[in-house]
């Protein structure tokens, strides 16, 4: 079809009202990109379905492309206060594009709160919107189900190191993840290691076939799951005894908080919100070259931590109630 319009009126699992608009195009990039084709039909269903029998106070976006602007557009048609929640890691490369981050840039300036998920994110906004008003930011980070990703004690095993890595393993134009590192640093201390190393690799992606071959040319004892349902990963971070995490950018972690939750704790790259995530309670910070990975790989052999008390403190401030409380008080206080 050239354009395919849909729209659905339900409630979700939590008893939600949800009103979904659909739009089906061959040109999908081009109507993605066309801002005012999406708006025209999201006021079109706003009115005859929403309107009629529900006035919003608020009107709360998630991410500001294209979401925000949209959300920017309704709140000033309807002169209702807009609050912006951002978790998206291109916040830098959107504020290069033209018109688009225009339209991102206002929007951002007229929303009455703007909630990124970490203070890294929030630095990141404001260098690339020239933000001037830091008053406006909520640090309120992602909800994490702690029911799914639950504590549970740890079957050690001493003849053996289990590492656990969640990922879409794909090649892109500027990967986030470095499992290369990773592997690499295995591969480099694990003649000299007390233990064996085993590697689980969850996740699928076009750059798998590659990390196979890899793993077997160095000899690294390596698992490729790839994709697997929730549940399944919680029993895999169950069975592990580190959570490992090459990247090169997050803007919160969600998959480093969820082992955390589980009482695994992380080796991660020392950088950006991760900073914010993982300390010595939890984990280990470590430098993004394969000697960093080594010598990581080295310290955690010796490591001590407490799992329940690390898991039970990141719960506490990530579940669903803890969050759910932090939105409510902005909400309030609009």
């Given at each position: 079809d050239i354009l395919k319009i849909k729209h659905s009126d339900f409630y979700d699992d939590c008893g939600v009202r949800t009103v979904m608009i659909e739009i089906f195009s061959r040109f999908r990039d081009l109507i993605y990109h066309f801002?005012?084709?999406?708006?025209?039909?999201?006021?079109k269903v706003f009115k005859k379905h929403i309107q009629s029998d529900f006035k919003p106070d608020i009107f709360h976006s998630n991410v500001i492309f294209p979401a925000g602007i949209l959300g920017n557009w309704l709140s000033q048609k309807y002169k209702k206060p807009h609050i912006i929640t951002e978790h998206w890691t291109r916040v830098r490369q959107f504020a290069n594009m033209p018109v688009l981050s225009f339209w991102g840039k206002k929007a951002y300036n007229k929303a009455v709160r703007i909630l990124p998920v970490s203070e890294f994110l929030k630095t990141e906004i404001c260098k690339s919107f020239s933000i001037l008003d830091h008053n406006k930011f909520t640090i309120i980070g992602n909800v994490i189900d702690s029911?799914?990703?639950?504590?549970?004690?740890?079957?050690?095993?001493?003849?053996?190191?289990?590492?656990?890595?969640?990922?879409?393993?794909?090649?892109?134009?500027?990967?986030?993840?470095?499992?290369?590192?990773?592997?690499?640093?295995?591969?480099?201390?694990?003649?000299?290691?007390?233990?064996?190393?085993?590697?689980?690799?969850?996740?699928?992606?076009?750059?798998?076939?590659?990390?196979?071959?890899?793993?077997?040319?160095?000899?690294?004892?390596?698992?490729?799951?790839?994709?697997?349902?929730k549940n399944e990963i919680v029993k895999k971070l169950h069975e592990s005894d580190f959570f490992v995490h090459p990247t090169n950018i997050e803007t919160f972690g969600v998959v480093v908080a969820e082992a955390i939750l589980t009482g695994t704790p992380v080796v991660c790259s020392d950088v950006s919100a991760l900073r914010e995530l993982v300390n010595n309670s939890n984990g280990l910070l470590c430098e993004n070259t394969v000697e960093g990975w080594s010598n990581a790989l080295l310290k955690i052999n010796v490591a001590d931590f407490n799992n329940e008390k690390f898991a039970t403190e990141m719960e506490n401030k990530f579940n669903i109630e803890a969050i759910g409380k932090k939105i409510s008080s902005v909400y309030q206080s609009i």
């Open positions: 801002l005012p084709l999406q708006y025209f039909y999201l006021i029911k799914l990703f639950y504590y549970k004690k740890k079957d050690s095993n001493p003849n053996e190191l289990r590492l656990c890595s969640i990922a879409t393993w794909s090649y892109l134009k500027h990967p986030a993840k470095q499992p290369e590192l990773l592997i690499k640093a295995i591969a480099k201390v694990q003649d000299s290691y007390p233990t064996k190393i085993k590697l689980t690799m969850i996740g699928g992606g076009n750059k798998v076939p590659e990390l196979i071959k890899l793993c077997e040319t160095l000899k690294v004892d390596a698992e490729f799951t790839g994709y697997l349902p």
